[in-house]
């Protein structure tokens, strides 16, 4: 399996995953984002919790809080679906209600990493 | 579409409620929390970045007092997922499959994700 194909999944640009795929990628970014989680509840502890807007737009500008938040959204969304996928196959017997919720889900996932984006450049 | 014959899959209608399969699907429950909590980030993060209207709601939404109960639940839930998570990947490398291991480990994760939220919320 290809790097390219990796980052395009991490970014919502790829298909939907089965199997020994979606085995694989629901494991490596729980490993993601159990580290960038802890490192957003230290910055939630240490920095962010009496910090003012303009402190935490100071906070954002510097490049790593800037990549690390990025990449917790990114990885955030990534293994909310794939495990938001075996739920819905799980509980939703209809096969085409399934791929609905899954679309939804997409669609909301690529709106908010775009929103995401967005924002960190306007900062 | 053809309409799948295949039974669904946890009938949770029908087990015993014991430990193990009551924090199997804690650990369901708290994910789906954590989705739609982190729904919660993105916005978080435009409110920073853009000044006006949207800032105003969202701060004063997160800042609101009834906003604690569900960000309370919401940091268990995630201390509750995260650690419980170190214990599905063990059994996935075939640790800590012996029963009492299995009860042992899930009543720590359950007394550790209470006291983590509790230390969050006393130094934040």
Known sequence: ?123 | MTKETRPLSPHLSVYRWQVTNTLSIIHRLSGVALYFGSLLFPLWIAAIAFDGYFRQIMLALIGHPLSMFPLIGLTFAFFYHSLNGIRHLLWDIGKGFEQNQVRNSGIAVVALSLSMTILFWWKI
């Not at chain 1, 230290?42 to 910090?51: G, I, R, T, V």
């Not at chain 1, 996932?109 to 960190?120: A, H, W």
């Open chain 1, 1 to 123: 399996m290809g790097v390219i194909l990796k980052i395009r999944r991490l970014f919502g640009l790829a298909g939907f995953e089965h199997d020994s795929d979606h085995w694989k990628s629901q494991r490596s970014s729980a490993i993601a984002l159990f580290i960038l989680g802890y490192w957003m509840i230290y910055q939630l502890l240490f920095f962010l919790n009496e910090a003012s807007v303009s402190e935490i737009q100071q906070w954002i500008a510097q490049p790593l809080n800037s990549m690390l938040l990025a990449l917790t959204v990114l990885y955030t969304f990534y293994h909310s679906e794939l495990g938001l996928q075996v739920i819905t196959e799980d509980y939703v017997e209809s096969k085409s209600k399934q791929i609905t919720i899954l679309y939804i889900v997409r669609v909301i996932r690529l709106s908010l990493i775009t929103l995401t984006i967005i924002s960190l450049m306007r900062i």
